[in-house]
């Protein structure tokens, strides 16, 4: 598991250059791809053109040596076929061997200087019309050509013209000179199309489709294996002998070549197409990945702060008990840091080492099981040696295909909790042990007070009695009745001292079945020689029937005399006609309450606030802990103390108790 507390590296926003980069090196990389497929291709197309133009120029070369090299022969033919002793056998076997199919000579004619036919191989089937009246250079022999040959001394060449068999022809006229003397002229037709057949190689006709133009640029013959229309390139040149715009037109078939070229560059475009879709898609990709990314970031740095700003303690542990996962609050409260804690294994550096085997087995129960949803208190110690009080949770940690891979403990420290809760334990009984004290001195004052008075009258009538003893006037009648009065005085006596006794002897209250009406007329016995001695009236209204409580009857007896005293101290300085105090008991449906309605001085605002205050207390022999302890009382009875001022001057106090049919 990796722990949380490994921080995240910065995410930064890529810059928009670096989305483009790839784009912008692709395009370039395609470019140089294309390019130099370009470059490539038209390398080739040049290569191709200057191989095309110096087989051109081969085969024209050819061409025109081949009808050089006949038109030698036929100037050779001159001296026999025109000799002065006529036509030799021999120059008839020769003319025939040139005239042999597949050559391109198809005819000899010679004539003589004077322009006539002297005779032809094969023989003309129509005889020409004389030279002179046949001036056409396409008819056969020429006149025109006949004389162009005659005056310039050389072969010439006539133009092309079709046969009757379709055949395309042309004829070359030979003068030939006996010494200086003109001796005739020896004409070789030629075929054209036998020319081309016989002089341009397999190979030429493999590689190019060759064609002879006109001069009006008509195809007069071609020789060709394969369609080359298509092709873009061609090479023109015109073909002398026998010229007269006569040209030689060259064209390479379409390479194979071209097509491999073709589906080259469809791969590389369909390449190139998937190489930017792939890019697309992965920068979609990243796209996507990248707000996953910040969403986790968002989820992890708030899960942080989360962690962060706890103040309870997280920590989680593998199955052997291993340290995985601490949070900061827990490495404040035990005081080591997160690389100290992670990977620990039990015992831990903050268990206690006085308490380590009671740490260990408890350890071990809860690895077994966890806690209870109340938790688990345990005593830690920081790393500073302090003493630390911590509230464990421990709950199983379930990964996300629901195995517990460990347990995830929350820890609470309630040092401060428990120090505070025994403070205040202390602080109560403290206070509970002065408020009996304070309680008990009253009493004893009270009792003093109280006893004085039953005392004093039993002496006084024991005094009475003896009196009479003495002086033997003795009514047994009176000496009864003087008696009864000196019993009831001893048991009043012993009642008070029960009561005190009881009080003191009992710290927790002893709830019975109570009458409030009982109570009062209880506590007004007890006050009621004191409140004679400072002349206080007071009256009694008691409710009948009242609904019991359920509580401690000398504490609320306690309460009672308290308020009472506290009314009759109140109208210490108001003059003795108006010191009127009234008890009374009420109830509501739920409550029942006395109520104790002094006409004292009444309790200014500022003071209000205090009066439950302990040690409160405006009276130079005051204790200030009376209200406080009859608020306790209350409170432990489950009721509450109020007062409020009396609209006739003076102070109303209610203690108020639920009642026990509620
Ligand atoms: P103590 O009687 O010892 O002073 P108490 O707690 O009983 O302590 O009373 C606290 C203070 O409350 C008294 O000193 C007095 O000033 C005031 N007080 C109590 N009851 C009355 C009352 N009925 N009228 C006016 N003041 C009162």
Redesign the pocket.
Known sequence: MTTPTVAMPPLGQPAAWRWRLPYLLLALFIGAILSLVWLVRSNDLEEQRATLISDVLWIEQNLRFQLEKNADVLGELGPELLGRDGMSYNAAARAMRLIQPGNPVVQVIWMAPDGSIGGAMPRLEVMPPPVDRAETTTELPSSGLFRLAAASGRAVFGPVFKAIDNDVRFAVYVPYYHGSEFAGVVVGVHSLRDLVNREVPWWFSERYELSILDASGEEIVSKSKVDASATEMEYLIPLDPPGRGVSLRVRPYRAQVRWVAALLSGAIALLAAGVVWSVWQLRRHMVRRQEAELALREEYAFRRAMEDSLLTGLRARDMDGRMIYVNPAFCRMVGFSTEELIGHAPPMPYWDPDDLARTQALHEYILARGTTGDGVEVQLKRRNGERLDALIFEAPLIDAQGRQTGWMGSVLDITEQKRARHLARQQEERLQATSRLITMGEMASTLAHELNQPLTAIASYATGCLNRLDQGAMDPIEMRGVLGKLGKQAQRAGQIIRRVHDFVRRSEPKRERLDLNAIVRESIGLVEPDARKRAVDIEVALIEPLACTQADPVMVEQVAI??I???M??MKEIPASRRRLLVSTTSTAQEVAIR?V?H????PPE?ARK?FEPF????SE???????I?RSIAELHHGRLVFEDNPDG??I?TLWLPSSSA
């Open positions: 308290n308020l005293r506290n009314g101290d109140a104790v002094d004292g001085s009444g309790i003071l009066l409160f207390t405006t009276k005051g204790m200030g802990m009376g209200l406080n009859c003076g102070t106090f």
